[in-house]
């Protein structure tokens, strides 16, 4: 019996995978089938960690402890596979949404033209008014395995599965006789084993994620240093899950970015001629986002600890044609000085750090552990790691509450699952800045808050955590809402002593 339920549950699996490709040109897609793709390896006192904030007395008391492992198992399921939807966010500095959706089907139209699969639908977000939505169809099992293959990384994998083609340094390995031109099936190392310029058919642990058209020969790309490395090495042709490829494509007027960071840039909702900082600010997503809300008027202060970081904040908001953004390799937590003076100029603060009272508005969107994002294939993190997140974290509060001018908007945000690095924040910010009040959310778009902590159920409420799959949304809510990264989102606001 326990073969046969197997059995049905495969069928089952196959059968949604089916009605994905359906459903895919009206945008009601279900959950993407987690079939071909293996369940996340995590380190066994890191699973069990997490399971602890599913599975913890008050969620148990709440929903039965079956039903609260259920959720976990669930979770853990789902993140190694691609969200179901690409999102992008548009700039709407200069044009409008549909006059850039409308040149991103024309562009999509003329990239799918020589192919065999349909060109996907260009659709905008029923509620956020700079989002545009590409469903991700698949998977596709029923696709040949090739005799000549090509070894990928974890991170080249997963990016994959988002649509990327293979750039040549993220080749690890490539059979013998792989010359440019040739099909090759392209595999990702779950196991991090698989040394560069290995040349046999690899019988590592491995997962197979398409098909492509090598653009290099092997020889091209093992003949010169990594560093060295350049373009594009093999061109994507048949992916396990499809999503068309949109690096460099209108790089003025999309960016892409997880549906749950664009919602937290909203729910900040910065105006016009505000003064707003971005404490942890690479690789400048929500930065640029905040400066296109605020339709590149005021200022934009983006912190990071890394030059390397900060000159990605400072390329992207570059390309976006955003002059508003001032980027600053320095520690956010300590951005604030007493002593500090703004520069007289209106358009400038200067450099940090920064007097109390400075910003209107202030995002922590804070380094986590991430175990939210999607797809995973891969997670090497060791529990003393984990943990260690939330005292960093709380480092930076500091600083952000004094720099908030009172009755500012503080948002925090993590892309992270574990009740430590979300819920107990919130616990722990209100009981530690008495003038922090906590703040419903608009737009709202995922659930409320997870039990286990002293936060009330008014209190979790106002707070949004997106789970990598539906489970805590609400029916009515879009598909796109309901299959994203998993991430929190927190609002708050200074009130006078």
């Known amino acids: 019996m326990r073969v046969l339920g197997i059995v049905r549950l495969f069928h089952r699996e196959i059968w949604i995978s089916t009605k994905r490709w359906k459903l895919a040109a009206n945008m009601s897609s279900l959950p993407t089938s987690p079939a071909p793709l293996p369940r996340l390896a995590l380190d066994p006192d890191v699973e069990n960690h997490i399971k602890q904030t599913y599975c913890n007395s008050q969620v148990v008391a709440a929903i039965g402890q079956e039903e609260a492992e259920r959720r976990f198992h669930f979770t853990i399921e789902h993140l190694s596979l691609p969200p179901g939807y690409t999102t992008l966010r548009v700039n709407t500095v200069n044009r409008t949404r549909d006059v850039i959706r409308e040149e991103l089907k024309q562009l999509l139209k003329k990239e799918y033209s020589n192919k065999a699969a349909p060109c996907p639908p260009v659709e905008p977000h029923p509620v956020l008014p700079d989002v545009l939505l590409i469903p ?146 690479a690789p400048g997503g929500k930065t640029t986002h905040l400066a296109t809300l605020m339709s ?63 910003f209107d508005r202030v995002l922590v969107d804070a380094p ?21 997140y939330p005292t960093y974290q709380r480092r930076l509060f500091p600083a952000a509450v004094q720099l908030l001018k009172t009755g500012g908007v503080l948002v925090y945000s993590t892309c992270t699952l574990t009740l430590e690095e979300n ?30 902590t002293s936060l009330t159920q008014d209190q979790l409420q106002m707070l949004q955590r997106f789970e990598p799959w539906e489970g805590n949304r609400g029916e009515n809510s879009h598909p796109s809402d309901r299959d994203t990264i998993g991430f929190f989102i927190a609002k708050f606001v200074k009130k006078a002593r």
């Not at 008495?434 to 959310?441: D, F, G, K, S």
């Open 136 to 281: 991700t169809t698949g998977p596709h099992l029923n696709l040949q395995h090739h005799t000549m293959e090509i070894m990928v990384d974890i991170p080249c994998g997963a990016a994959i599965l988002r649509g990327a083609h293979i750039f040549a340094p993220g080749v690890l390995g490539a059979t013998a006789d792989v010359q440019a031109g040739d099909q090759v099936s392209i595999y990702v190392d779950v196991a991090g084993k698989c040394l560069r310029g290995f040349q046999k058919s690899y019988d590592g642990p491995r997962v197979f994620v398409g098909n492509g058209v090598a653009r290099m020969s092997r020889d091209d790309i093992f003949s010169v240093a990594q560093e060295e490395l350049s373009g594009i090495g093999v061109e994507m042709a048949s992916p396990l899950y499809d999503c068309p490829p949109l690096n460099d494509v209108m790089p003025d007027s999309i960016f892409l970015q997880n549906l749950p960071s664009t919602v937290a840039g909203h729910v900040l909702n910065p105006q016009p001629g505000e003064r707003v900082l971005d404490m942890c600010a």
């Open 423 to 452: 819920e107990g924040q919130v616990e722990w910010l209100l009981n530690t800045f008495p003038c922090l009040e906590l703040q419903p959310q608009t737009p709202y778009l995922g659930g409320p808050g997870l039990s286990g």
């Open 296 to 358: 590149n008027q005021g200022t934009v202060i983006a912190l990071d600890k890394s030059q390397g970081k900060v000159d990605k904040v400072i390329a992207n908001a570059g390309r976006l044609g955003l002059t508003c953004v001032q980027a600053y390799m320095f520690d956010g937590g300590k951005a604030a000085l007493e002593t500090a003076v703004c520069e007289k100029d209106e358009k400038s603060l200067g450099a940090p750090p920064y007097p109390p009272n400075t």
């Open 368 to 388: 986590c552990s991430a175990l939210g994002q999607r797809p995973a294939l891969g997670n090497k993190m060791k529990l003393k790691t984990l943990k260690s």
